[in-house]
T-cell receptor
């Protein structure tokens, strides 16, 4: 069974600074997909970024980028130039695609300070 | 693109009654839809997976007779909470997955807050 671990329950960052959110996972699969989802106070889940395991290049979406270390089974999210609107709960998620289920981590609450 | 709607966004019902929640994919066809439950400050807990035209697959510990799921079309899935009780009060979220191949991301509805009095 796959597991996703987010060991930091909370983080805080000053506006305009950079923050990195950690995520590790465990799987015996070789091909899989990883995601970061954002859940702001509205509770709407928003897909932030995705990474296919077979791709060596780290995914980037504007201010959001990942550091994907397949051998270490690590998938961290870097948020550059943090904005107040980045305040949210962030979930790391995994799927192997075999049965389409997403396995979520416990989430991390990120607060951006003005 | 990839918008999922959910209705109602908030519902209060009396103990013993049933409540239906609708989940629609607005601009894509969803072969698979998922239903989650979320408690405050916690992660999403998958309740069931539904595929269009077939019976839903429930996660261990989820009562299928209590949480009825129907996926009648490629754009609509419904969750009916039958004989609701106060312990069923929660935030319910649906998601939809377009297509049958990778990268398998899910798009989420805005959620439904259910309060059972």
């Amino acid at each position: 069974a796959q597991t996703v671990t987010q060991s930091q329950p909370e983080m805080s960052v000053q506006e305009a600074e950079t923050v990195t959110l950690s995520c590790t996972y465990d799987t015996s699969e070789n091909n899989y997909y990883l995601f970061w989802y954002k859940q702001p106070p509205s509770r709407q889940m928003i897909l932030v970024i995705r990474q296919e395991a077979y791709k060596q290049q780290n995914a980037t979406e504007n201010r959001f980028s990942v550091n994907f270390q397949k051998a270490a089974k690590s998938f961290s999210l870097k948020i550059s130039d943090s904005q107040l609107g980045d305040t949210a709960m962030y979930f790391c998620a995994f799927t192997s695609g075999a049965n389409s289920k997403l396995t979520f981590g416990k989430g991390i609450t990120l607060s951006v300070r003005p | 693109g990839a918008v999922v709607s959910q209705h109602p966004s908030w519902v209060i019902c009396k103990s013993g009654t049933s409540v239906k929640i609708e989940c629609r994919s607005l601009d894509f066809q969803a072969t698979t839809m998922f239903w989650y439950r979320q408690f405050p400050k916690q992660s999403l807990m998958l309740m069931a997976t539904s595929n269009e035209g077939s019976k839903a697959t429930y996660e261990q510990g989820v009562e299928k007779d209590k949480f009825l799921i129907n996926h009648a079309s490629l754009t609509l899935s419904t969750l009916t909470v039958t004989s609701a009780h106060p312990e069923d009060s929660s935030f319910y979220i649906c998601s939809a997955r377009p297509g049958t191949s990778g990268p398998y991301e899910q798009y989420f509805g805005p959620g439904t807050r259910l309060t059972v009095t």
